[in-house]
C-alpha cells in the first residue's frame, strides 16, 4: 500500500461485489427516508435510504458464491465504496471489513486511516476503531506505536481512533496506555474526543472498575465533566 493506502489495487473479487452492489442497491433507495438521514447525519454524505436490515439483506445476496478475500480484495473493496457517494456503501465496506479483518495484516493499517480519515463522521469511524483498527494492533503489537502516533494527531477523527482501538480488549487492555491517551487528550475542545474518551473508559470499567474509578478521581481536574460523567456511569 502507498503511504495514503489509496492506490489503485486491482481484484476481481472487488470487480464483481461492486457490480452487484452498485445494481441491488439504487433498486432499494427511498428518496423520502434518505433525506432523513441525511439530516440526521449533519450532511455527511447523501444516502440511499436503505434501511439497516434491509440493507444488510441485500448484502447477503451481494455477496453469495463470492470467495473469501484475500487483503488486496478487502482493500479495494473498501476504497472503490468510499469513492461513492452515499453511505451506504461505506456502511457496506465497514461491515465487510468487520467480517474480514482476520484476513489483514499490519500493511493494512494505511488503508484504514485512509478510510477513517475520509468523509468522517462516528458511525464509521467507531466501527473501524473497534472491529478494524483494534484487531489488526491486537494481532501485531508493534503497531502500537503507530496509535501512539495516532493519538497525537490534529485530525479528532484519527485521535479518537487511537482512543477507541482497545474497546474490545477487555483484558488485553493496555491500561497505562489507554489512560495516558486519555489524559494526553483531556484538554480537547471538541465533544467527540472527550466522549470518546469517557467511552473508553467506561467500556474498560467493566473489566477492572477499580483501575477506572482510581484514574478518573486522579485526573478528574484534567478531564472534561463529560468524559467524567461516561466513565462513571456504570460504576
Not at 503511504?3 to 427511498?30: C, F, K, M, Q
Not at 493496555?174 to 467527540?192: Q, T, V
Request: proline share 5%.
Amino acid at each position: 500500500m502507498g503511504a495514503e493506502g489509496r492506490e489503485i489495487i486491482e481484484s476481481d473479487v472487488a470487480g464483481t461485489v461492486l457490480r452487484r452492489l452498485t445494481s441491488a442497491y439504487p433498486r432499494a433507495a427511498d428518496p423520502v427516508r434518505a433525506a432523513e438521514a441525511a439530516a440526521y447525519m449533519k450532511g455527511i454524505a447523501p444516502f440511499l435510504g436503505i434501511r439497516t436490515a434491509e440493507r444488510r439483506g441485500l448484502s447477503r445476496r451481494v455477496l453469495a458464491g463470492t470467495p473469501r478475500p484475500a487483503e488486496a480484495d478487502c482493500a479495494a473493496i473498501a476504497l472503490r465504496c468510499w469513492e461513492l457517494p452515499e453511505r451506504e456503501y461505506h456502511y457496506f465496506a465497514v461491515d465487510y471489513l468487520r467480517r474480514h479483518a482476520v484476513r489483514c495484516s499490519s500493511g493494512f493499517l494505511p488503508v484504514a486511516r485512509h478510510l477513517v480519515a475520509t468523509k468522517s463522521w462516528w458511525d464509521t469511524v467507531d466501527a473501524l476503531a473497534a472491529h478494524v483498527v483494534g484487531p489488526l494492533v491486537a494481532a501485531d503489537p508493534k503497531l502500537t506505536s503507530a496509535m501512539d502516533e495516532w493519538i497525537a494527531d490534529d485530525d479528532l477523527w484519527i485521535a479518537r481512533t487511537a482512543l477507541l482501538h482497545q474497546l474490545r480488549f477487555k483484558g488485553a487492555t493496555d491500561a497505562d496506555r489507554l489512560f495516558s491517551y486519555c489524559l494526553r487528550r483531556a484538554g480537547h475542545p471538541d465533544f467527540f474526543i472527550r466522549k470518546a474518551i469517557g467511552w473508553a473508559l467506561r467500556e474498560y470499567a467493566k473489566t477492572d472498575p477499580e483501575a477506572v474509578r482510581s484514574f478518573v478521581e486522579s485526573a478528574r481536574d484534567r478531564l472534561a465533566p463529560l468524559s467524567v460523567r461516561e466513565a462513571l456511569k456504570n460504576l
